[in-house]
């Protein structure tokens, strides 16, 4: 079955760098698109970043010029490199997949979804 699995998260100083990874089993990583979003507590969970299907990007304002979304299609695993952390940036970090292949800024569009990794920037 299908397995995302995120990995990565921890606590850093506002200003530090973290870099989040989502491994993929039972689907092949280039025939999907992924996601990455975050739950804040008592928000809604948002869009970070996504990779499509033929490599195209896509970040939210709040991401961009601090985060980066890769894949290794090899690895299969798709990482989040998130420099410039802030404390807004605090909540729980999701990858999901979905299987048209290509990014939507809305979770119910996705079809499969990993655990979550927490990440908290604080002093």
């Known amino acids: 079955q299908v397995q995302l699995v995120e990995s990565g998260g921890g606590f850093v100083q506002p200003g530090g760098s973290l870099r989040l990874s989502c491994a993929a089993s039972g689907l092949t990583l280039d025939d999907h698109a992924i996601g990455w979003f975050r739950q804040a507590p008592g928000k809604e969970r948002e869009i970070v970043c996504g990779?499509?299907?033929?490599?195209?990007?896509y970040y939210s304002e709040s991401a961009k010029g601090r985060f980066a979304i890769s894949r290794d299609n090899a690895e299969q695993t798709v990482y989040l490199q998130m420099n410039s952390l802030k404390p807004e940036d605090t909540a729980v970090y999701y990858c999901?997949?979905?299987?048209?292949?290509?990014?939507?800024?809305?979770?119910?569009?996705?079809?499969?979804w990993g655990k979550g990794t927490q990440v908290t920037v604080g002093s």
């Open positions: 999901a997949a979905e299987t048209d292949g290509a990014i939507y800024d809305t979770a119910q569009r996705y079809d499969y």
């Open positions: 990779i499509n299907r033929r490599g195209g990007l």
